[in-house]
């Protein structure tokens, strides 16, 4: 990615005001991608490529670890030292996601089960 170039960016929140106020805030910035729901946000990984992805944790269908798990498991993604531009798939993630987990986790200590 050049210097210059915008990021995109996915914004998943099912609260529609939340959506609105962050894409005025940065659509002069970057590509703002936003999605009322999980599935929606999946949808446009599945069209898009996204570089950065920001989730509300309490939504109606699946909180956003569930999200970004499915995300984790489902979407092809490039990395740039690839050969020849190999997609991957998964990988070892139960770390990234426990973090994540822990920092909107409301009592500190708890676990989630990422196996």
């Known amino acids: ?20 106020s962050f894409k005025a805030a940065f659509r002069r910035y970057h590509n703002i991608f936003t999605a009322n729901s999980g ?8 069209s898009e490529p ?10 109606p269908e699946m909180t956003g670890i569930q999200f970004l798990e499915k995300v984790i498991l489902n979407v092809p993604r490039h ?22 987990y822990s920092a909107i986790s409301p009592s500190p200590g708890t676990r989630m089960n990422c196996a």
């Open 79 to 100: 990395h740039p030292d690839d050969p020849d531009g190999v997609q991957r798939r998964g990988g070892n993630h139960q770390r990234s996601i426990q973090a994540a």
């Open 1 to 20: 990615m050049m210097e210059n170039e915008k990021l995109n960016i996915l914004y998943v929140d099912d609260e529609e005001q939340n959506l609105i």
């Open 50 to 59: 996204i570089h950065l992805i920001i989730t509300d944790q309490r939504m």
């Open 39 to 46: 599935r929606e946000g999946m949808e446009i990984l599945l």
